[in-house]
């Protein structure tokens, strides 16, 4: 298997390069949206895979009471990011490893399309590094794919190298534990007027964090 995250170190920066403009111009996101219909409150919020942070920045615009980080393996995107938006928390780095950043230090997690980009070998690192920076009780923002089953597409910006976006429901890891609980999701088209079909299907979803609350209190003696 290649190491997709060697790939990445400057296929990070070629994203940048290709969407900068666009993601610059954008007004509005579904995170933001959904955080002014939902009212949550959430002070801390870490944006994983974040680019240069654009994300971020429309929070900010919204909410400026939130303290806001962002990670990215990208320096193109960071170094940029750093000097547009010098009141956001940029780092560069992948998000198998958030060393960075203490337990439970955030009340929000987002990352968006980013789990379909990392090594399989390094899936399980990155659910477990998300899960230890989260509070207890905090929430879990995931945009990405949903097939109706696990399946690989090639990266058609790579095409002939063994590279794939990995197509996965990434929420069900988390739910499955039964320590998150789905709150909230929706679907939608990777890009508007997108066809309708299997693998163009997005899903927006909130999880909330819950490894106390999920446990009901079994009063028998076992
Ligand atoms: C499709 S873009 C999504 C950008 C942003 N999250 C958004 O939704 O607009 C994927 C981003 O993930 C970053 N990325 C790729 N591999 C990563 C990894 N192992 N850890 C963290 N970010 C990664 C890329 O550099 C890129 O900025």
Redesign the pocket.
């Known amino acids: 298997m290649n190491d997709?995250?060697e790939i990445?170190k400057t296929?990070?920066d070629n994203?940048?390069c290709r969407?900068k403009e666009t993601?610059e111009k954008a007004q509005n996101n579904d995170v933001v949206e959904y955080l002014k219909w939902s009212g949550l409150k959430v002070g801390r919020i870490l944006?994983?895979?974040?680019?240069f942070g654009?994300?971020l920045h429309l929070i900010k615009s919204t909410f400026p009471d939130t303290e806001l980080f962002g990670?990215?393996?990208?320096w193109e995107?960071i170094g940029y990011g750093k000097k547009m938006y010098p009141d956001l928390h940029l780092r560069q780095?992948?998000?198998?490893d958030l060393s960075h950043y203490e337990d439970g230090s955030f009340d929000l997690v987002?990352?968006?399309?980013?789990l379909s980009?990392?090594?399989r070998a390094?899936l399980l690192k990155?659910v477990a590094e998300i899960d230890r920076v989260l509070k207890n009780n905090g929430h879990l923002i995931i945009?990405d794919f949903a097939p109706s089953g696990p399946c690989k597409v090639e990266y058609h910006h790579l095409p002939g190298q063994g590279v794939y976006t990995f197509k996965h429901n990434y929420w069900q890891i988390f739910s499955s534990t039964q320590l998150y609980t789905i709150i909230y999701e929706h679907e939608f088209l990777h890009a508007p007027g997108d066809e309708l079909k299997n693998e163009n299907v997005c899903k927006f979803v909130v999880l909330q964090k819950r490894p106390e609350l999920n446990y009901s209190i079994n009063k028998k003696e076992l």
Do not use: K, M
């Open positions: 997709q995250r990445f296929e990070g994203y940048f969407n993601l944006d994983v895979g974040c680019c654009h994300v990670f990215d393996p990208s995107a780095g992948f998000a198998h987002v990352i968006s399309f980013v980009w990392i090594d390094l990155t945009r």
